[in-house]
């Protein structure tokens, strides 16, 4: 299947089949995953389950999932982001 991606706001997006978003079991809240340069989409019942735990702990984190997203940066973080 292949799927257009259609420009929202400054950002793009694709739309998915009400089909496909009831036999992926996806509710209101979809975990993303990028792995070898492929996009994974998963059903999650619990969105940022521990992260409140994770961020007031100063250990850093050993889940390598965890390390990928802190690590995510775009072309607006290196060149439109001011402190």
Sequence with gaps: ??????K???SKGFVLSQTLINQCGFKN???VELKDHCLIL???DQPRQGWD???QSE???EDDEFK???CLQNKWD???WVW
Excluded: R, T
């Excluded at 299947?1 to 259609?6: G, R």
């Design 53 to 55: 735990k994770l961020f």
């Design 29 to 31: 809240v979809v975990e």
């Design 78 to 80: 290196e060149e439109e």
């Design 42 to 44: 998963k059903a999650s």
């Design 8 to 10: 929202i706001g400054n």
């Design 68 to 70: 990928d997203f802190l």
């Design 59 to 61: 250990e850093k984190p």
């Design 1 to 6: 299947m292949q799927l257009n991606l259609i």
